[in-house]
Every structure is written in structure tokens, then in C-alpha cells.
């Protein structure tokens, strides 16, 4: 398990069938938990995905949620895609490809 003093760690998911992969990046905070950013995207097309109202940092993308572990991020973020991110996706199949 990854904690607190690693710095950061990436969360991955690929998808076969749609031949699709994506990351995103926990940081560890002064609260004892991780929170996952995720910048795959043009800011415009997160705005899109998420809402205007979700949580930008221009450095590093979109706070998508927090997690206790590494194992909890993995499996909030696989959730998070499969929920969120594959179904916009699907409806606009040019952000397949990122920064389109």
C-alpha cells in the first residue's frame, strides 16, 4: 500500500473494447487522506464531463474525489470512469483520443 511520504501515484484504467486508457494522480494531504486529480482533458471538455462547478486546480486538473489508500482510489477511480467518464465518452467519441 502507498501512503503518506510517497508524494504522488497514479491511478490507471483501460478499457479493452473501447480501446480506451486514462490515468489520474492521488496527492497525499495535510488531512492523512489522498486526493485524485484528474487532467486528461482540455479544460472546456472537463467542464463538459463534470459540470462548471466542479473543483479545478490549474496545475492539476480536476479534484475527482478522495480516498483513504491507494486501494480505495483504485477502485473509487474505476468507478468514477466507468460512470462517468465512458458514458460521456461514448455520446462524443473524439474525446477518446485526448486534447481533441
Not at 486538473?61 to 478522495?66: E, N
Amino acid at each position: 500500500m502507498i501512503e503518506e511520504g510517497y508524494g504522488h501515484w497514479h491511478v490507471d484504467y483501460y478499457n479493452e473494447e473501447l480501446d480506451f486508457y486514462t490515468t489520474a494522480a492521488g496527492f497525499y494531504n495535510d488531512r492523512g487522506t489522498w486526493e485524485v486529480f484528474f487532467e486528461e482533458y482540455e479544460t472546456e471538455d472537463l467542464y463538459k464531463i463534470l459540470g462548471s462547478n466542479c473543483n479545478l486546480d490549474k496545475d492539476l486538473g480536476v479534484l475527482i474525489f478522495r480516498a483513504s489508500d491507494y486501494d480505495d482510489a483504485q477502485e473509487k477511480f474505476l468507478r468514477w470512469v466507468e460512470a462517468v467518464l465512458i458514458p460521456y465518452i461514448k455520446v462524443n467519441p473524439d474525446l477518446k483520443i485526448k486534447g481533441t
